[in-house]
């Protein structure tokens, strides 16, 4: 069966440069969730989309945007990037929000920022 | 404030021994998750629990529901090294559209 893919796997950046992690759902999924995880914590919530609107708003910097396409695809730009931003970042999809099914997680794009 | 807790945060077991994983979560929820994931590796889904008293098991692990006490467990029988990981539970609530996530638990069986 299909799953979450996210792409890149694995990116290296500079401080203050720029970043975008992308994310394609499980087909016929319509909603997006981004979350970060720091080595040894558990995920945090950055931001989720439902129909292509923004559905939920966590702990995402100002320094971070998202969106979702018309295809459901999600992008996550990362500018002015900071040491503390390496980390891995989850994407998961369902069908529906929170309220109508389980999220499926993506393999996760590693950043490491030097 | 949304909290969720996970108790114990590390756990050192040999194998052939069983344990119980703890989650608390700070409100009312009917929509409980349990979560594995492997060092550097992404989350998989183990149970999904939408009831209250609802129960779960599969293979050596036994996942259960109390809503009215905000509980949720995850009970392991005969550990095996297999089941080294980390676990987390994850609540959804009636406002919001996110997963709120528990502190994890490590879990290592020792053989």
């Known amino acids: 069966a299909a799953g979450v893919i996210q792409s890149p796997r694995h990116l290296i950046k500079e401080k203050r440069e720029t970043a975008t992690l992308k994310c394609y759902p499980i087909?016929?999924?319509?909603?997006v969730y981004w979350y970060q995880q720091g080595p040894g914590q558990d995920p945090q919530f950055l931001i989720s989309?439902?129909?292509?609107?923004?559905?939920d708003k966590g702990s995402i910097p100002d320094r971070f945007s998202a969106q979702q396409f018309s295809d459901y695809h999600s992008e996550l730009n990362m500018s002015s990037l900071e040491l503390g931003d390496s980390a891995l970042y989850f994407c998961?999809?369902?069908?529906?929000?929170?309220?109508?099914?389980?999220?499926?997680f993506g393999e996760g794009s590693r950043l490491t920022v030097l | 404030e949304l909290k969720v807790e996970q108790n114990p945060l590390f756990l050192s077991m040999q194998e052939g021994k069983n344990y119980t994983i703890y989650c608390n979560y700070s409100?009312?929820?009917?929509?409980l998750y349990w979560y594995r994931q492997d060092p550097g590796k992404s989350l998989e889904s183990l149970f999904v629990?939408?009831?209250?008293?609802a129960v779960k098991q599969e293979g050596r692990l036994m996942a259960s529901l109390d809503t009215k006490a905000r509980l949720s467990t995850l009970h392991i029988t005969a550990a095996v090294h297999d089941l080294s990981a980390t676990y987390f539970c994850?609540?959804?609530?009636?406002?919001?559209?996110?997963?709120?996530f528990g502190t994890g638990t490590s879990l290592t069986v020792i053989p």
């Open positions: 087909p016929r999924h319509d909603t």
């Open positions: 994850a609540v959804a609530y009636f406002t919001g559209n996110q997963f709120y």
């Open positions: 409100t009312t929820s009917d929509r």
């Open positions: 998961a999809s369902s069908s529906g929000t929170v309220r109508a099914g389980e999220l499926f």
């Open positions: 629990l939408l009831s209250n008293g």
């Open positions: 989309f439902y129909e292509k609107m923004q559905s």
